[in-house]
């Protein structure tokens, strides 16, 4: 059994606990769920061409050496890219540089956005080359990136494939016309627990603050993530007129959940390795690792969205502005949005998929991915999901913050 075919195996156990409709991709962007997706991603920013309020940073882009200089770098999040454990190479991409000659220094760089932007902040500030051509950033903090011109316009014609891009994601409010980003891939913010250590289960953020799992929650350290789940736990509609209130009461759950030990820690992606070695048995984690680390190190954990409701995102690529590898980039990307490869990349990591035509792709690589939620939803996932409202730049420069102090950054 190759790696993909086990990861589906483990994958196909979980998807069948969470929904029995069988649609086929015209099915799905045709009816009720393409209808529910296309709500959703609208609240996430499509659709519209709003002011980005775009600073005019007056920083130019660096000189595209790509024709002389076959080189590209990407940084990216880990567990975000098919991988073989027995070459020790990502397939894709390793078919990626044969095709197009171009040495690609792939890099799991990226444990979350802020601490990423922390690191690369300076650089990009004075439009320095931060080391990386291609990074994968999610859609608030691609928008403050767009917003600060810190990224470099994409050439669509170096891009043909783009015309492959979901409907629903061609125009987003932060980059209308899709002209500095272009999605990577779109996943879920939900539940997880060790079925064996907890098997009773969570069914909403509240089944947390179990004394049985005291010491043992781990919450992420993306305030876009962590506090909407809370906000909802708490019968928030966070996609409608929320403020300083609603945001106190689910920011004073959280601080007295870290003073009682009742959260071990706030983490990024990182925090899967509290998952393998047992120190956390349950969180509010990211769809597409649970079904890896399933496949990793046996199926051990379950992922559900909270009865009162999860969240729905995008990361997104984007060329930092110092970046001296534009076009090579833009191969890349081209490259990927291919819906065969697109689909091959899908198996793997999990995520809902933004190329159209992968899902037909994907009868070749396991017929029973083609209707996995996770990857290409059904109406009655997608009800499941939703997205906060749109925040200003000093709203969201308050609430985060007010969100560090708590986690203690």
């Avoid at 393409?34 to 709500?39: E, P, Q, S, V």
């Avoid at 970046?323 to 990349?345: C, G, I, Q, S, T």
Wanted: hydrophobic fraction near 35%; charge should be negative.
């Amino acid at each position: 059994m190759t790696r993909k075919q086990a990861v589906a195996n483990q994958h196909r156990q979980l998807s069948l606990a969470l929904t029995e409709a069988r649609l086929s991709r015209r099915g799905v962007l045709s009816g009720a769920a393409g209808l529910a997706l296309a709500g959703l991603l609208a609240s996430c920013g499509t659709g519209g061409t709003g002011d980005t309020g775009s600073t005019g940073s007056g920083l130019s882009p660096a000189e595209d050496i790509s024709a002389t200089d076959k080189r590209l770098g990407w940084a990216n999040w880990t567990l975000y890219l098919d991988y073989d454990d027995q070459a020790k190479n990502y397939p894709t991409l390793e078919k990626f540089m044969e095709r197009s000659g171009i040495d690609v220094r792939y890099a799991e760089d990226i444990d979350s956005n802020d601490s990423y932007y922390g690191k690369i902040q300076g650089q990009l500030s004075a439009g320095q080359d931060i080391g990386q051509d291609l990074v994968t950033l999610t859609d608030w903090m691609s928008e403050r990136l767009i917003r600060r011109g810190y990224v470099q316009e994409l050439d669509h014609a170096n891009i043909p494939n783009i015309t492959n891009l979901l409907p629903e994601l061609k125009d987003v409010r932060f980059d209308p016309g899709r002209r500095h980003s272009l999605t990577w891939q779109s996943g879920y913010t939900g539940l997880a627990w060790n079925k064996k250590a907890f098997p009773k289960g969570l069914r909403n953020v509240e089944d947390l603050w179990d004394p049985q799992l005291k010491g043992r929650i781990t919450v992420l350290d993306e305030m876009r993530d962590t506090m909407p789940m809370l906000m909802l736990d708490q019968g928030v509609d966070i996609a409608g007129d929320w403020g300083q209130d609603e945001y106190a009461a689910a920011l004073e759950v959280l601080e007295r959940n870290i003073s009682n030990g009742q959260i071990r820690q706030v983490k990024g992606n990182s925090y899967k390795q509290d998952f393998v070695t047992g120190d956390a048995l349950a969180g509010i984690v990211y769809s597409g690792d649970i079904t890896q680390l399933n496949f990793e190190e046996g199926d051990q954990w379950e992922f559900t969205l909270p009865e009162r409701r999860g969240l729905i995102w995008s990361d997104n690529f984007l060329v930092p502005i110092g970046a001296r590898h534009k076009a090579n980039a833009e191969e890349l990307m081209n490259f990927y949005y291919d819906p065969e490869v697109a689909a091959e990349v899908a198996a793997y990591v999990n995520y809902l998929c933004p190329v159209v035509g992968a899902q037909e792709a994907m009868e070749k690589i396991d017929p029973e991915l083609v209707d996995d939620p996770l990857i290409f939803p059904d109406a009655e996932f997608l009800e499941k999901a939703t997205t906060e409202r749109e925040l200003s730049v000093d709203e969201e420069t308050d609430l985060q913050n007010q969100f560090q102090a708590v986690i203690g950054v």
